[in-house]
């Protein structure tokens, strides 16, 4: 059985349960995380029902209420603390996140940083949430703008990023005066639990409970009540372009506010001039990373025809050395991917990439590492037939597949880079500042992605830029820059301080 990290305090949480064989369902009203290394069960949690998730957005309400009153400095210096906790927690936390999603030692560390370094940025943030001052045409009048706190902020996360996307939406909206109900995914509810109740038991301490709360349950009974629910001004859920087509629909039916991080197929051109040992170190990375389980994964390696040979070689070559396995084992590159349907959807995309023509050049099989029950794939390259025609490849397959094509004009690269739904993330290797700056053309004809990368790959965001993409990804922008917009209420304030009736347009009314 799962020994929880005692400084996590799972066990105390009145929704954690220790004991589970795996095979409740979940009408049982419990969601059973499962290691996804050793496929069996860790704990389970007690999923909500309509009645506590109604309890939790009224209090929810009663909490922002007080929250929205303290200065906006002071939410900084809440979520400082939080910050100074997680680093406290960083080790255990990500440890955590490898044991229930896979996610390697340092990736899951890693992304505890990433959370880390969010409320790190908001604590800043909490002093520059300032508006500015319009000229007004009429004497003796002042123009400005505020930003004021939204409201309730629903955050849906997917399980792939089960602690920093819930950080970059939640120590934003808590210095811009929000409080978050967060509802993650039900393949990751043990980190989700974890993490909020570091920041609740911090912001409680400091006097201010109820500002970061959960529902945990499923989308057909808490997804689809909170995403038509008035009482949240602003939905930013993350996921499949499936579930944000439908999720922006809902929330615009309603005509609330939507912010959509959601699918990527992110291509990686590589020009005859590139630096090609750090174009295939970080193409292997940007494409094995996470066992290929990130929105901002490398899918497409557009190579030129001059190089790919030897590009591609040199990447299969080090796909042979990487150690599939135990996520928290040193050495290990890639661990498992979070379950069964990802291991079908692979084998899948593989069978289709072959039936169209692709070779595949390395992987391209499910694998059992020794000892160990859980779900893993072999790390794949593909290689497109030579028309570069290969329908699979316009689809994100959540699992570490990279399909090659060819390229001989850059104009030919940079139409195929845009080719696909997605506009999330893109990346070009190359030396020529000709090259680099035509694929970040600032008349737009460049690459379409909400995010382009030149000379490092398409995973592996810092905080600080606004992340998100264009698309079928949604168009939302999370994490940095001026996203904290999206958190907040705008209110333009025109003031008088005259003692004349004045019409703007010049309009007279007498
Ligand atoms: C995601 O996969 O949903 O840029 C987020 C990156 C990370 C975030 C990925 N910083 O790869």
Redesign the pocket.
């Known amino acids: 059985m799962h020994k929880p990290h005692p400084d996590l305090d799972l066990d105390k949480d009145p929704r954690y349960v220790a004991d589970v064989t795996g095979k409740e369902g979940l009408e049982s009203g419990i969601a059973v995380s499962f290691n996804p290394a050793t496929g069996e069960p860790i704990a389970g949690v007690k999923l909500d029902t309509a009645d506590s998730y109604e309890q939790t957005v009224a209090e929810a309400q009663e909490a922002f209420k007080r929250w929205r009153t303290v200065p906006a400095p002071v939410r900084g210096e809440v979520v400082r603390n939080i910050a100074v906790e997680m680093r406290r927690l960083l080790e255990p936390l990500g440890e955590l996140e490898s044991i229930e999603v896979g996610k390697i030692r340092a990736e899951g560390i890693g ?1 505890v940083q ?1 959370t880390i370094d969010i409320a790190d940025y908001a604590v800043g943030l909490s002093r520059m949430l300032g508006g500015k001052t319009v000229p007004s045409e009429r004497p003796q009048h002042r123009m400005m703008e505020q930003w004021l706190p939204l409201g309730l902020v629903g955050c849906i996360t ?1 399980f ?2 089960p602690n ?2 819930w950080g970059w939406n939640a120590m934003i909206a808590a210095v811009c005066g929000d409080v978050t109900v967060w509802k993650p995914s039900l393949l990751a509810p043990l980190t989700a639990i974890a993490t909020n109740n570091i920041a609740d038991r911090v912001a409680t301490e400091m006097g201010h409970p109820g500002i970061f709360r959960l529902v945990i349950g499923t989308d057909d009974e808490i997804g689809e009540r909170m995403i038509a629910d008035k009482r949240f001004p602003l939905i930013s859920a ?1 996921g499949s372009c499936n579930m944000g087509r439908h999720v922006g629909q809902v929330v615009a039916g309603r005509l609330g506010r939507c912010l959509l ?1 959601l699918g ?1 197929n992110n291509a990686v051109i590589v020009d005859k001039d590139a630096d090609l040992d750090l174009a295939a170190k970080s193409t292997v990375f940007g494409s094995v ?2 066992a290929g ?5 490398s899918r497409r390696l557009i190579a030129h025809k001059d190089v790919v040979d030897e590009l591609v070689g040199s990447m299969a070559r080090a796909y042979k050395t990487i150690k599939i396995g135990d996520p928290l084992e040193d050495g290990t590159l890639v661990g498992p991917v979070i379950g069964q349907r990802t291991v079908d959807a692979f084998e899948s995309a593989v069978e289709q990439a072959k039936a169209q023509g692709g070779e595949v050049l390395v992987g391209g099989k499910a694998h059992k590492p020794d000892g160990l029950g859980g779900w893993f794939v072999e790390p794949t390259i593909i290689r497109a037939p030579a028309n570069n025609e290969l329908p699979i490849a316009m689809d994100e397959t959540f699992a570490p597949i990279l399909y090659v094509f060819t390229f001989d004009d850059l104009d030919e690269a940079l139409r195929m880079q845009n080719s696909v739904d997605q506009g999330l ?1 893109s990346a070009i290797f190359a030396s020529d500042v000709r090259t680099t700056e035509r694929f970040l053309n600032v008349d737009g004809s460049g690459s379409d992605c909400g ?1 382009a990368y030149v000379n490092l790959g ?6 600080g830029g606004a ?1 998100g993409g264009e698309k079928d990804t949604g168009g939302g922008r999370e ?1 940095g820059s001026d996203s904290w917009k999206a958190y907040m209420r705008r209110q333009t304030c025109t003031i008088n301080f005259g003692s004349e009736l004045r019409l703007a347009q010049g309009i007279r009314f007498e």
Do not use: H, K
């Not at 398409?458 to 905080?463: F, H, L, M, R, V």
């Open positions: 992304e990433e997917a792939n990023f920093a996307v993350t991080e990527g990373g996470t389980q990130r929105c901002t994964t993330s995010l398409t995973s592996g965001a810092e905080i992340f994490a």
